[in-house]
């Protein structure tokens, strides 16, 4: 594991919809990261998955990936909290973000798939809408689309494996009024 200096970026929370979000960060340079932990979580491991590969405490994970291409290349950086607070964090590009995904798939981790399908799918739709000429997709758009499928890819027993609050903050999503407030999903609400 690489380990640089201290880098200022900045932060921001990075939105996929309503309860699947991750912390990213924009390097001087126009870079984007993902820190370490937030990786390994919306991956569905553990907070120090990543870390304990790149350190030595799991060697295979390490070198499995290698093998799809991970760059090992960590970066620290300093960031402002939501609350105004400094602090710092060792992130990863996105390119070696796309390598734990792969792994992560390989390795049939239903939040991977579930976050790969919906890459793919919002892909294939962009490239699609361009060849026949339509306008893309707005971002709330794009986030309706990433959330349906995400949606599609769980299992009812994946959704009893995450945490409580994240399924309420999803069960929360609806676009059409007789779907607002949870209603598409009633039996969520008695899980708490």
Same mark, same amino acid.
């Given at each position: 594991?690489?380990?640089?200096?201290?880098?200022?970026?900045?932060?921001?929370?990075?939105?996929?919809?309503?309860?699947?979000?991750?912390?990213?960060?924009?390097?001087?340079?126009?870079?984007?990261?993902?820190?370490?932990?937030?990786?390994s979580r919306i991956l569905g491991y553990n907070e120090?998955?990543?870390?304990?590969?790149?350190?030595?405490?799991?060697?295979?994970?390490?070198?499995?990936?290698?093998?799809?291409?991970?760059?090992?290349?960590?970066?620290?950086?300093?960031?402002?909290?939501?609350?105004?607070?400094?602090?710092?964090?060792?992130?990863?590009?996105?390119?070696?973000?796309?390598?734990?995904?792969?792994?992560?798939?390989?390795?049939?981790?239903?939040?991977?798939?579930?976050?790969?399908?919906?890459?793919?799918?919002?892909? $294939?739709?962009?490239?699609?809408?361009?060849?026949?000429?339509?306008?893309? %997709?707005?971002? #709330?758009?794009? &986030?309706? *689309?990433?959330?349906?499928?995400?949606?599609?890819?769980?299992?009812?027993?994946?959704?009893?494996?995450?945490?409580?609050?994240?399924?309420?903050? $999803?069960?929360?999503?609806?676009?059409?009024?007789?779907?607002?407030?949870? %209603?598409?999903? #009633?039996?969520? &609400?008695? *899980?708490?």
């Amino acid at each position: 594991m690489e380990e640089n200096q201290l880098i200022r970026s900045e932060r921001a929370t990075v939105k996929f919809f309503d309860g699947l979000i991750v912390d990213g960060y924009r390097m001087p340079n126009g870079q984007f990261r993902i820190g370490l932990s937030g990786a390994s979580r919306i991956l569905g491991y553990n907070e120090r998955w990543l870390r304990d590969a790149l350190t030595g405490e799991t060697p295979r994970t390490a070198k499995a990936l290698q093998g799809l291409g991970f760059s090992e290349n960590i970066q620290k950086v300093l960031a402002q909290s939501t609350q105004g607070n400094e602090y710092a964090d060792q992130t990863i590009d996105l390119d070696d973000f796309n390598c734990c995904i792969i792994y992560a798939v390989q390795s049939k981790k239903k939040a991977a798939i579930a976050l790969q399908k919906s890459f793919t799918k919002m892909a $294939l739709n962009d490239f699609f809408r361009d060849a026949f000429g339509e306008p893309p %997709l707005s971002i #709330e758009e794009k &986030r309706r *689309l990433f959330y349906e499928a995400y949606a599609a890819s769980i299992s009812p027993q994946d959704w009893r494996d995450m945490d409580k609050e994240d399924i309420v903050r $999803l069960a929360l999503m609806g676009d059409e009024p007789h779907l607002q407030n949870g %209603l598409w999903n #009633e039996s969520v &609400r008695y *899980l708490l």
